[in-house]
């Protein structure tokens, strides 16, 4: 028998013990978290603290960008193996604290078996070394292309197609991202820059965040753009990114961005993040997305002569609002949607009320007559039909946003606006940085008003049909023939 050293033979016992695990753990299969609309979206069993995305773009959106993700997460229960929410690229390899791991694709997730057994508490660093391919669709989302380069649109449940994570809001975290591409291109990405280095023809573009985020609010911009930059208040640096043909068209629009900022401050206190601004693509995508710290914004609502000037500046400042409502207190599921869309539609509405004559109550009322067409079409604003395969952005339907502007509406006929005002406050404040559900604001809203307010909201956020408005019993909401 030949001779065996003792590190040679600790390594061969490894390898048979992590064998005879594999061997005796079931396939790989997809988990979730259990979410009412995605299922399958997040994974049990850790917390994710932060991530680290390297990606380089050679150029060509019609060419996979090589990619680079470190995700740092602390287990929150034994775990046999690990699940990664990520599709439509290609996995090379996976280390878990710097050792190689096995791994298998399931569906959508990315399935990592550990060496043995973890237990809850353990640190855990895993490098990911993968493709990330932009040849998506409108519909599934992650990567737009855009007419010289890229940018991001991860909601509700894309982020997974473009790097690997928990994709879900319920677990929000920090993030790095390092972009190389090629030198005459300009790279923008959520937070604040970190540094840009020049090698050979190419520069890599650093930016961190100084705030945890849910993973379908990340966004990284990439093409022949211009960042102009101007100060909102309290000095906070605001930064449009637009391409650089267009900076002097879109300047009149970008520059309404630092009073739009003031204004909502004096709904509901102070802009929650370090740093604020648009990215205005040329693509169509048929949405505007609250990308945290760096909207998404069509460069068509801002060229095209149909759209009237109060219209565009009601859009600009429904995503701004989102900075407050979904991002930074962001949904513990998505069934929790209508905290999001309806606290934008409503600041929309307000802002168009003050800047623009366009009357709140007008608007309201218009609302209550669709109302309960728009809850037999897609389900009440809290308990949301489940999206048909393939359809997921139905998701964003109208019963989310006016349907859902509606309720804060009733909520202000209810309690009054000093207890309403005080309620908008003390919700941003309460959970910022964090996740909220419908049940949480439920109670701060009761205790707020001094009363318990559950069977109020019962109707309005489950019933089947609108109940009456408070202070509006004339008005009337008429269900379409032929629906549920």
Not at 411 to 431: C, K, T
């Amino acid at each position: 028998m030949p001779f065996i050293s003792r590190r040679l033979r600790a390594a061969l016992l490894a390898t048979a013990s992590a064998a005879l695990i594999a061997a005796a753990l079931p396939a790989p299969v997809p988990l979730g978290i259990g979410d009412p609309l995605f299922p399958h979206l997040g994974n049990p069993g850790y917390d994710v603290l932060s991530y680290d995305i390297g990606l380089t773009y050679r150029g060509s959106n019609s060419e996979p960008l090589e990619a680079v993700t470190t995700i740092d997460m602390r287990t929150t229960e034994p775990l046999d193996r690990i699940n990664l929410d990520f599709t439509r690229g290609t996995v090379r390899t996976v280390e878990i604290n710097g050792l190689r791991a096995d791994f298998a694709v399931a569906d959508e997730d990315l399935v990592i078996q550990p060496p043995g057994r973890l237990p809850a508490g353990v640190p855990l660093r895993i490098t990911v070394r993968h493709t990330s391919d932009p040849r998506g669709d409108r519909e599934s989302g992650g990567w737009v292309r855009t007419a010289d380069g890229l940018a991001m649109a991860n909601q509700a449940d894309a982020a997974h197609r473009v790097f690997p994570s928990n994709d879900h809001p319920a677990d929000k975290a920090y993030f790095t991202f390092r972009i190389t591409a090629p030198e005459d291109l300009t790279v923008v990405a959520n937070g604040l820059p970190a540094g840009r280095t020049r090698h050979g023809a190419e520069t890599t573009w650093t930016y961190r965040t100084e705030h945890p985020m849910a993973t379908e609010l990340a966004q990284v911009t990439i093409g022949r753009s211009t960042v102009l930059r101007r100060t909102g208040p309290h000095g906070l640096p605001v930064r449009d990114v637009v391409p650089s043909a267009d900076r002097e068209r879109l300047e009149p629009w970008l520059g309404k961005t630092p009073a739009q900022l003031e204004w909502m401050e004096q709904q509901v206190g102070r802009y929650p993040f370090e740093t604020y601004g648009l990215v205005i693509a040329a693509t169509e995508t048929g949405f505007e997305l609250e990308t945290q710290t760096l909207s998404l914004f069509e460069r068509s609502l801002f060229t095209k002569t149909a759209y009237p000037e109060w219209y565009v500046d009601s859009i600009m400042v429904h995503e701004l609002a989102h900075q407050w409502f979904g991002d930074s207190v962001s949904p513990d599921t998505w069934s929790d949607l209508w905290l999001n869309e309806g606290h934008a539609t409503w600041y929309e509405a307000r802002y168009a009320e003050e800047h623009a004559g366009r009357t709140l109550e007008r608007r309201m009322r218009e609302a209550y007559v669709k109302s309960d067409g728009w809850r037999a079409a897609g389900g009440p604003p809290a308990r949301p039909d489940i999206p048909a395969p393939g359809q997921k952005l139905s998701l964003f339907r109208p019963v989310v946003y006016d349907g859902s502007a509606l309720i804060l509406y009733a909520l202000r006929q209810e309690i009054g606006e000093n207890a309403f005002d005080r309620l908008e406050r003390s919700w941003v404040q309460q959970h910022r940085d964090a996740n909220a559900a419908t049940a949480d604001f439920v109670r701060l809203a009761s205790r707020t008003a001094g009363r318990d307010l559950t069977s109020f909201f019962d109707g309005w956020l489950y019933g089947a049909k609108t109940p009456p408005m408070p202070g509006h019993p004339d008005w009337h909401s008429t269900k379409p023939a032929g629906k549920r």
